[in-house]
Structure formats: structure tokens, C-alpha cells
């Protein structure tokens, strides 16, 4: 019995630790920028051979498949489609799945098509553990295009809709200006069949809210919004002031950016001394094997998160000045684009711009904008950004953090830098 408990100890630590090897191989692998298990739909796991003869797994491009995928992410970026239409789509293009030993090649399912158009893979990107390496596989979609999708997927659930019943641009952006519920579409037949359009309160419509809310003409309710673009717009020399008062900010914040930034690069180089000592006093007998691999974990990791700031610092600011560069031209030009694009790419600039739409009984609107408009659209920061202006730019940046609205935080959005493309025309992209 306690030979039976000794080896079954031992059975246990050994499959323990195989598991642990196992997923640090795995963990490496998605460092370097290799793939872990089966590739997507589009590529193909393939063995070669390098220079010394040694086998090497990889992954390539399938020739049946990748273009019928490039196809899928590029039609589906349009706009034109939704996933269940892409799906009879690539079907009728012949998209099977990859067939195995087991289970045949068969027609890929709806959810199949949605985690191909939401994964990262085809933009040249590895995902392991929650986190995102650059990977060694050819990207199989631009990365604008691939935006661009997620842009869509997007729009197409805020909208809470079925694209085959009652669609139009304008759902999932409006919302009943007396009580804030939904604004749901709903047909109306007069005696000699006319079909009229109109948008109605949903807590009106299923009785949840004491809403008196009227149904509101869908073509008012357009012409309505069409104008509060107009309103909103940002004269040209409004824009002006806002950018150097983003500038301004900007500079503020780069500066303590850039004392960190030291603080880290002094830090780096401290850990790699220490590093080197310790692999020093290993040669000398000081300090055994095993403290020496946790010490070099240690300082491994440290030095990886280091890195990944010290990089991040100088890139953050230019994506989000770029970034914040390209809301000013669209918020100073947005009515323009809006009465310039068709309607599915109206759908993407009402989601892109405001959060919600609320319309009134007299077709008012009274948007509530999304980050950075939020902050663009504001009358206060606007106006704080004129009187900066005449005053010949010459306020402290404390003044200028203390603008309602205007911080870090909202500069640089949570969601990060990824554009959300609205368009594939001659007009500007949402970012």
C-alpha cells in the first residue's frame, strides 16, 4: 500500500508537470508568433522541413479556400450583407470546412461564419491566454478591412434587429424622447393598401412604460436627423480651436509620458546589470541552478512588461492624436458626409457619433454623443477652446486639464485605437 501511494504520488507529479511543459511550450509558441492548434478556415497545417532537416509545423495558406474567405471579410465589409446571407454566399461559392480523418468536409455554420469574421488570425494576429502576438502566418485580410468588418458586426448588434423584417438604417439609434425606451418600426395600411412607415415608442408599443409617445413618419423622423447633423457641425474655425487646444493637451501629457518613460528605461537597464550578475555568480558556484531560473523568470518578465510600456508610451499619443485628428475633420464636416453616403454606412456614422437619438412627438432630436464627440460637440469646451484662442494660446496647461470633459481618459478612449471604418467610397473613415 505505501508503494502504491508512493508511485501514484509520483504519477501524479509527473502528469502535473507534463501539463505545465506542455503549456509553456504552447505559451512560447504564441510569444514567437506560431500557431496552436488547428488553423482556421482559409489555412492549412502543414509540416516542412528547415535548413538542417529538421521538421518544423506551420501553417500556410489554403489555395481552395483563402479566397473565398478574402472574399467573405471584403463583402461582408461593404456593408451589404448580413452573416446569415454571407453564409448562403459561401455556400453557393463553395466554402466546406477543412475534412478530417473522422468527420467529413461539410457547409460552415452561421456561428462558424461569425467567429471567422470576428477573429484576429486573419489580420495577421495570434491569440493565446487572453493575449495578442504578432504572428509569423501571412495576414489573409488588410487590416483596414478587417475594421471595417468589425465595424459592421457592430452596427449589426446595436441595432438589435432581423435584417429580413422591417430594416432601416435608422434602428437601434433611436429612442423615445419621453420615456428613453426603444424606438421599434411598425407598417400602417390605409383602405386602398398605401403602406406608410413609422417608428413607435416600444415601452409604449408592449405597455411596459406610461409612455403617451405618438408614432413619428419615418421620412420626418429622417429629414429630423438629417438636420441635427447640420446643427451639430463644427464651423471651421471652431475645428481650428479645438486642435490646438488637443494639441496643448496633448504636449501636457506627453511630458509626463516622457518622465516615466525614463523612469522604466533607467529600470530596464538596471535589471539587465543584475541579470548578468546573477548568471556571473551562477559560473562562480555563488548561486545555485535553481535560484538562478527563478531569478531569470523574474526579471524575464519585468523586462517584458517594461518593454511593452516603453513602447506603448511613444505610440500611444501619436495613435490618439491621429486619432482625435480625424474626429475633428469628420465632426467638422459630418452633415456633409452623412447627406453624401447610403444608407448602410448611415447606420455606422449614427452608431460611430452619438450613443443614442432621442426623438420628440415634434420630430426634435437631441443626440447623446459617443467618445470623443462627446467632448468635440460640447458648447462649453468649445467655447473654452475660442477664448483660448483669442488669447493667443497662452493659458497653463493646468487651465487646460480643466476643461469639462477634456482627460486623458477621454482622449484616449478605453476601447483603444481601432478605427471603425464607415465607408469604402471617396469619403473619410470613422476612426
Same mark, same amino acid.
Given at each position: 500500500?505505501?508503494?502504491?501511494?508512493?508511485?501514484?504520488?509520483?504519477?501524479?507529479?509527473?502528469? %502535473?508537470?507534463?501539463?505545465?511543459?506542455?503549456?509553456?511550450?504552447?505559451?512560447?509558441?504564441?510569444?514567437?508568433?506560431?500557431?496552436?492548434?488547428?488553423?482556421?478556415?482559409?489555412?492549412?497545417?502543414?509540416?516542412?522541413?528547415?535548413?538542417?532537416?529538421?521538421?518544423?509545423?506551420?501553417?500556410?495558406?489554403?489555395?481552395?479556400?483563402? +479566397?473565398?474567405?478574402?472574399?467573405?471579410?471584403?463583402?461582408?465589409?461593404?456593408?451589404?450583407?448580413?452573416?446569415?446571407?454571407?453564409?448562403?454566399?459561401?455556400?453557393?461559392?463553395?466554402?466546406?470546412?477543412?475534412?478530417?480523418?473522422? +468527420?467529413?468536409?461539410?457547409?460552415?455554420?452561421?456561428?462558424?461564419?461569425?467567429?471567422?469574421?470576428?477573429?484576429?488570425?486573419?489580420?495577421?494576429?495570434?491569440?493565446?491566454?487572453? &493575449?495578442?502576438?504578432?504572428?509569423?502566418?501571412?495576414?489573409?485580410?488588410?487590416?483596414? @478591412?478587417?475594421?471595417?468588418?468589425?465595424?459592421?458586426?457592430?452596427?449589426?448588434?446595436?441595432?438589435?434587429?432581423?435584417?429580413?423584417?422591417?430594416?432601416?438604417?435608422?434602428?437601434?439609434?433611436?429612442?423615445?424622447?419621453?420615456?428613453?425606451?426603444?424606438?421599434?418600426?411598425?407598417?400602417?395600411?390605409?383602405?386602398?393598401?398605401?403602406?406608410?412607415?413609422? #417608428?413607435?415608442?416600444?415601452?409604449?408599443?408592449?405597455?411596459?412604460?406610461?409612455?403617451?409617445?405618438?408614432?413619428?413618419?419615418?421620412?420626418?423622423?429622417?429629414?429630423?436627423?438629417?438636420?441635427?447633423?447640420?446643427?451639430?457641425? @463644427? +464651423?471651421?474655425?471652431?475645428?481650428?480651436?479645438?486642435?490646438?487646444?488637443?494639441?496643448?493637451?496633448?504636449?501636457?501629457?506627453?511630458?509626463?509620458?516622457?518622465?516615466?518613460?525614463?523612469?522604466?528605461?533607467?529600470? %530596464?537597464?538596471?535589471?539587465?546589470?543584475? %541579470?548578468?550578475?546573477?548568471?556571473?555568480?551562477?559560473?562562480?558556484?555563488?548561486?545555485?541552478?535553481?535560484?538562478?531560473?527563478?531569478?531569470?523568470?523574474?526579471? &524575464?518578465?519585468?523586462?517584458?512588461?517594461?518593454?511593452?510600456?516603453?513602447?506603448?508610451?511613444?505610440?500611444?499619443?501619436?495613435? &490618439?492624436?491621429?486619432?482625435?485628428?480625424?474626429?475633428?475633420?469628420?465632426?467638422?464636416?459630418?452633415?456633409?458626409?452623412?447627406?453624401?453616403?447610403?444608407?448602410?454606412?448611415?447606420?455606422?456614422?449614427?452608431?460611430?457619433?452619438?450613443?443614442?437619438?432621442?426623438?420628440?412627438?415634434?420630430?426634435?432630436?437631441?443626440?447623446?454623443?459617443?467618445?470623443? #464627440?462627446?467632448?468635440?460637440?460640447?458648447?462649453?469646451?468649445?467655447?473654452?477652446?475660442?477664448?483660448?484662442?483669442?488669447?493667443?494660446?497662452?493659458?497653463?496647461?493646468?487651465?487646460?486639464?480643466?476643461?469639462?470633459?477634456?482627460?486623458?481618459?477621454?482622449?484616449?478612449?478605453?476601447?483603444?485605437?481601432?478605427?471603425?471604418? #464607415?465607408?469604402?467610397?471617396?469619403? %473619410?473613415?470613422?476612426?
Amino acid at each position: 500500500m505505501l508503494l502504491h501511494g508512493i508511485m501514484s504520488s509520483i504519477a501524479e507529479f509527473y502528469s %502535473r508537470n507534463l501539463a505545465n511543459e506542455v503549456s509553456k511550450g504552447m505559451s512560447q509558441k504564441a510569444i514567437t508568433g506560431g500557431t496552436n492548434g488547428k488553423a482556421p478556415m482559409g489555412y492549412l497545417n502543414v509540416v516542412k522541413k528547415d535548413e538542417l532537416g529538421r521538421e518544423m509545423r506551420t501553417v500556410d495558406l489554403d489555395p481552395e479556400r483563402a +479566397p473565398i474567405v478574402k472574399w467573405a471579410f471584403e463583402a461582408y465589409a461593404s456593408g451589404n450583407y448580413s452573416t446569415a446571407s454571407l453564409r448562403d454566399e459561401l455556400i453557393d461559392r463553395g466554402l466546406t470546412t477543412v475534412p478530417t480523418p473522422k +468527420p467529413p468536409k461539410k457547409a460552415p455554420s452561421l456561428s462558424a461564419v461569425h467567429r471567422m469574421l470576428s477573429n484576429r488570425y486573419y489580420k495577421g494576429k495570434v491569440s493565446f491566454r487572453g &493575449a495578442v502576438y504578432e504572428g509569423m502566418h501571412e495576414p489573409l485580410v488588410p487590416t483596414e @478591412i478587417w475594421y471595417r468588418v468589425q465595424a459592421v458586426l457592430s452596427s449589426h448588434r446595436a441595432s438589435g434587429e432581423k435584417t429580413q423584417v422591417h430594416d432601416h438604417y435608422l434602428k437601434g439609434s433611436l429612442y423615445c424622447g419621453q420615456c428613453g425606451s426603444r424606438l421599434i418600426m411598425t407598417k400602417a395600411k390605409n383602405r386602398q393598401g398605401v403602406i406608410y412607415p413609422y #417608428f413607435m415608442c416600444a415601452g409604449r408599443h408592449s405597455k411596459r412604460t406610461n409612455c403617451e409617445q405618438k408614432a413619428m413618419y419615418i421620412p420626418d423622423v429622417e429629414r429630423a436627423v438629417e438636420d441635427y447633423y447640420k446643427q451639430v457641425q @463644427i +464651423p471651421e474655425h471652431i475645428v481650428t480651436a479645438l486642435r490646438e487646444l488637443v494639441t496643448s493637451e496633448f504636449d501636457r501629457l506627453q511630458a509626463t509620458t516622457k518622465q516615466q518613460q525614463e523612469a522604466y528605461t533607467r529600470e %530596464r537597464e538596471d535589471l539587465i546589470a543584475e %541579470r548578468t550578475k546573477l548568471l556571473q555568480a551562477h559560473y562562480a558556484g555563488a548561486v545555485p541552478l535553481e535560484l538562478l531560473k527563478t531569478e531569470q523568470e523574474r526579471i &524575464a518578465k519585468r523586462l517584458a512588461f517594461l518593454e511593452a510600456q516603453i513602447e506603448a508610451g511613444t505610440l500611444e499619443y501619436e495613435q &490618439a492624436q491621429a486619432h482625435l485628428e480625424d474626429c475633428l475633420a469628420l465632426a467638422g464636416d459630418c452633415h456633409a458626409i452623412y447627406m453624401s453616403i447610403d444608407d448602410s454606412l448611415r447606420r455606422t456614422a449614427n452608431q460611430a457619433f452619438f450613443d443614442k437619438l432621442y426623438i420628440t412627438e415634434a420630430d426634435a432630436v437631441d443626440g447623446q454623443a459617443g467618445e470623443p #464627440f462627446d467632448i468635440l460637440f460640447n458648447p462649453e469646451v468649445q467655447s473654452t477652446a475660442l477664448r483660448r484662442k483669442q488669447a493667443g494660446g497662452d493659458q497653463s496647461g493646468d487651465q487646460t486639464a480643466n476643461v469639462a470633459g477634456l482627460n486623458k481618459d477621454q482622449l484616449v478612449p478605453p476601447r483603444g485605437f481601432e478605427p471603425l471604418a #464607415f465607408g469604402t467610397g471617396n469619403r %473619410r473613415s470613422i476612426p
